[in-house]
């Protein structure tokens, strides 16, 4: 790696311009490029402290070896002098959108003599409408077959177009009358070109052009008394319908608009997008990204706009009138400028926030929601991928055995009340919900957050040593060696035939690595349980969750991993996994605590008796009302206690003022018991 400063330009050399600049490596590859309306105040940022700049950045500035930048004369021109570097040199520290899988598109190719209507994949052609993408290919392939009824484009390949034409014969879509038979002269060249571009126009929203112009042709058959041809032209129309309102009307008709939305976590985001042409959702294409630079909402919108409408491949091949976004980006004005010209008309970049349109985006952000839980459970899910991720992780940390068991620690609190712990854990990089374990923390161990992480994991431990140490329990049936005679000479009796949860072992098999959630105070109160306790062989790390840096017990440094490591992504997942745990306890131990009730303080009244009360009578308000004949009658209220459940109600009601008492609530969610 170069240091910095051997690279760093004179700050007096840097012009306050807008500009665009680039970071090379010592072999001249670009690795990143940026743009900046102030040029010395942009690069002067990366070198004034290198070593205070947040991981990815410091290591791309450590990677380059040379920087170079380039004035222009406005924002709009950076704006298009980045994209257009991106796109030649792909930077590896550039933040680049990929599709999430392969889209199929409907492909008309209008470069070719004669057209011909495909589905496509893959990388772009030069001279080829594209539309959709459609979800799933089966779908455009329907539509297809329907539309060659009233378009007969070609649609066969190269070899069998030239072998209908060496032949004569044409294949049998020319022989039922969904092609035109290009290859044998039945239309000619100028012709079929004319047909592809009304199945163009047709697939871009102008359907309902179409459908009234074959209206009028069947009105005037039947006019002519031209039966046939009028059922003919009924049966096209009735086709063209049915591709037509395959899309349900969500915007109105005149509304044409790409509606993107994001869902995002510290590694990665995902996107999505539909295309509404005419009101109708016409197509929907979704992206992964990997978040190599520290990025915003805004900056992540402002490159997938430079990277979806700066390679013409928007849906139907234009922009549209409207381009709504979760959050504008910074130089939102200079993008709708920029838009405009790819486009030749004005777009209106915005955020919706409120009507039809806010509806869809939330829609769109669901879908984006959706396919980032899915991308992340595929990935979590491939044997390979986690094989990689464990050996990744064992070899960042330089420790000497494979991660066969890993346990992540988590604390969860309000303020200091309710404290809880969870611990999750993960084998062979899969979760193990069943060894799960979830501690409640009192007294002197909750004041904060390192006594709690102390107390939770030496009682993890602690029962572990115990177990470990206590003598193994015999199988069931099994009988009991020396002589199988116990109580002086009885035959023993046999065991149960399932071992009850008292005797089964919940903590006798260790981890090779802890994980908490923390930075180093967490890390060294951890470290100093398990020393406490004698234990040698077990690691302990802390993933910090701001910079998601690693923290070892003995280092005053993080070890930092690549932010696109599959040791890194699955730290995060076992992390996050431990937090969900801890919360769903926490919240669950905060509402019981919350609880009030009138029954509370009446003594001799325990918990289980109180919840008896309570499904006998359905609310403290009709237990109040009750008698004392008719409180016997729930199990476990003896005529003692009925009577002083009695009394203590009624004295409370009365209240000494003839006030009654406020009713009984949960403070958590505000819930009235009583009624």
Not at 432 to 439: G, I, L, T, V
Request: with cysteine; net charge neutral; glycine share 8%.
């Amino acid at each position: 790696m170069a240091d910095p400063r051997t690279y760093r330009p004179q700050t007096g050399e840097i012009p306050v311009d807008p500009g665009v600049y680039r970071f090379r490596d010592e072999h001249s590859r670009v690795v990143y490029v940026g743009k900046a309306k102030n040029l010395r105040s942009r690069l002067n940022s990366y070198f004034a402290n290198p070593q205070g700049l947040l991981p990815r950045t410091r290591a791309m500035v450590f990677t380059a070896a040379s920087v170079e930048w380039t004035v222009v004369g406005s924002e709009l021109e950076a704006l298009q002098l980045e994209y257009t570097w991106i796109k030649e040199f792909n930077p590896r520290f550039n933040v680049m959108f990929r599709d999430d899988k392969s889209y199929p598109y409907l492909a008309v190719t209008m470069g070719e003599k004669y057209p011909r209507v495909q589905v496509m994949r893959g990388d772009r052609r030069k001279d080829t409408r594209y539309f959709g993408p459609f979800y799933p290919a089966k779908a455009i392939r329907e539509t297809v077959d329907t539309l060659l009824r009233v378009f007969p484009v070609r649609t066969c390949s190269s070899g069998v177009f030239k072998r209908a034409e060496r032949t004569g014969r044409p294949c049998l879509l020319g022989y039922i009358d969904k092609c035109s038979a290009p290859c044998v002269g039945r239309i000619s060249p100028e012709d079929h070109k004319e047909l592809a571009a009304q199945f163009c126009d047709f697939m871009g929203g102008q359907a309902t052009r179409f459908i009234v112009d074959l209206e009028k042709r069947m009105a005037a058959a039947v006019a002519d008394l031209d039966y046939e041809s009028a059922a003919r032209i009924r049966d096209d129309i009735a086709a063209l319908k049915r591709v037509f309102e395959r899309n349900t009307v969500v915007l109105s008709e005149d509304t044409d608009a790409d509606i993107f939305a994001l869902k995002e976590d510290e590694l990665e985001a995902a996107v999505q997008v539909f295309h509404v042409r005419g009101g109708r959702i016409r197509g929907q294409r979704g992206w992964m990204v990997e978040k190599v630079e520290d990025m915003s909402t805004a900056d992540l919108v402002e490159h997938l706009l430079q990277q979806v409408y700066g390679d013409g491949s928007s849906s139907n091949n234009q922009i549209p009138r409207e381009v709504l976004v979760p959050e504008l980006p910074s130089n939102a004005e200079e993008m709708s400028v920029w838009l405009a010209g790819l486009r030749g008309a004005r777009v209106d970049l915005r955020v919706p926030r409120r009507g039809d349109k806010a509806t869809l985006l939330g829609t769109v952000e669901q879908n984006a929601a959706d396919a980032l839980r899915l991308h992340k459970s595929r990935r979590a899910g491939d044997i390979t991928t986690r094989s990689a991720a464990l050996q990744e992780l064992q070899e960042a940390l330089d420790l000497p055995q494979p991660l066969m068991r890993i346990e992540c620690f988590d604390i969860s609190h309000v303020q200091g009340t309710n404290v809880v712990a969870s611990m999750v854990v993960v084998e062979d990089g899969l979760p193990r919900k069943a060894d799960y374990r979830r501690f409640s923390i009192t007294g002197d161990a909750a004041r904060d957050d390192t006594a709690s992480m102390y107390d939770v994991i030496q009682r993890r431990f602690r029962n572990y040593l115990q177990e470990k140490a206590a003598p193994a329990v015999q199988p069931a049936g099994s009988s009991v060696p020396d002589g199988g005679m116990v109580d002086g000479g009885a035959p023993p009796a046999p065991l149960a035939d399932t071992t009850t949860a008292s005797t089964r072992q919940k903590f006798a098999y260790p981890p090779n690595l802890v994980v908490v959630d923390g930075g180093q105070p967490q890390v060294h109160a951890a470290a100093r349980a398990l020393k406490d306790l004698g234990i040698d062989d077990v690691f302990v790390i802390g993933l910090a969750k701001r910079l998601e840096e690693v923290w070892l017990p003995d280092s005053d440094f993080p070890v930092i991993l690549p932010r696109a490591s599959e040791g890194l992504f699955l730290l995060q997942r076992i992390r996050d996994e431990a937090h969900r745990f801890a919360i769903a306890f926490h919240r669950q131990k905060r509402g019981k605590s919350m609880t009030a009730s009138a029954l509370d303080a009446i003594p001799g009244l325990g918990p289980a008796k109180r919840k008896a009360l309570l499904a006998h009578f359905g609310s403290v308000k009709k237990v109040r009302g009750a008698s004392v004949e008719e409180l016997q009658a729930v199990p476990g209220v003896g005529p003692s206690l009925a009577e002083t459940v009695h009394s203590a109600l009624a004295a409370a009601t009365a209240d000494g003022s003839g006030n009654a008492p406020a009713p009984a609530v949960n403070m958590a969610t505000g819930e009235i018991l009583d009624s």
